[in-house]
């Protein structure tokens, strides 16, 4: 038998508290689907903290372009169907970013961290901790299909577009159909 690669998510940081129970209720409504983590274990560890075992799923979509294994364009089109999905499910995920977007070689493009995530239709109010990856696009009427615009765009060209960008009408990377 195959060992699976296990990637551990703790909670133990007194602004990820809340989060715990949400991210696991977004990852089982994704679980039937290809394209992201899924939950093998979770609970609480010896010294009570909560977690979450996960399925690995590869390297951040930057060091695998790096490296040249996946180019930008098909990493584009495959995130994006993975968006589309988490439309069809109601889930908004807030915080796109290099670092949330993976990549496996035997299993493709996954979306992960799902933490600050809701459901369409709750109030998009900024949460306390946003993970310095995301702090050049700010979550007032960003879309994720922008955010995850904005990361293509910023490892084709080296910058980061921000919001102030955006609200200014700043051209961003646009995939060519």
């Known amino acids: 038998m195959p060992e699976v ?3 551990r998510k703790n909670y133990n940081r007194k602004d990820t508290k809340y989060q715990w129970r949400r991210e696991l209720e977004f990852l089982a409504t994704l679980h039937p689907y290809h394209g992201f983590p899924k939950v ?3 609970g609480l560890d010896a010294n009570g903290e909560e977690f979450i075992d996960l399925t690995h799923c590869g390297l951040s979509l930057g060091v695998a372009y790096e490296q040249g294994k996946i180019g930008l364009d098909a990493a584009y ?4 169907a993975l968006l589309r999905v988490m439309k069809h499910e109601g889930i908004k995920h807030r915080d796109l970013c290099v670092n949330n977007l993976l990549w496996h070689p035997e299993h493709g493009c996954h979306i ?3 933490g600050i995530a809701i459901w ?3 109030p998009d ?3 306390a901790y946003l993970a310095p990856c995301s702090w050049g696009i700010g979550l ?4 994720d299909e922008l955010r995850l615009r ?3 765009h910023q490892l084709k060209t080296g910058e980061i577009y921000t919001e102030t960008d955006w609200r200014n009408g700043k051209e961003i990377w646009s995939y060519d159909f």
């Open 150 to 152: 904005a990361s293509i």
């Open 77 to 80: 089109l495959e995130f994006r």
């Open 140 to 143: 007032d009427g960003v879309s």
């Open 112 to 114: 992960v961290d799902f």
């Open 40 to 42: 093998l274990n979770a």
């Open 120 to 122: 369409f239709g709750e």
């Open 125 to 127: 109010v900024p949460p």
């Open 5 to 7: 690669n296990i990637w």
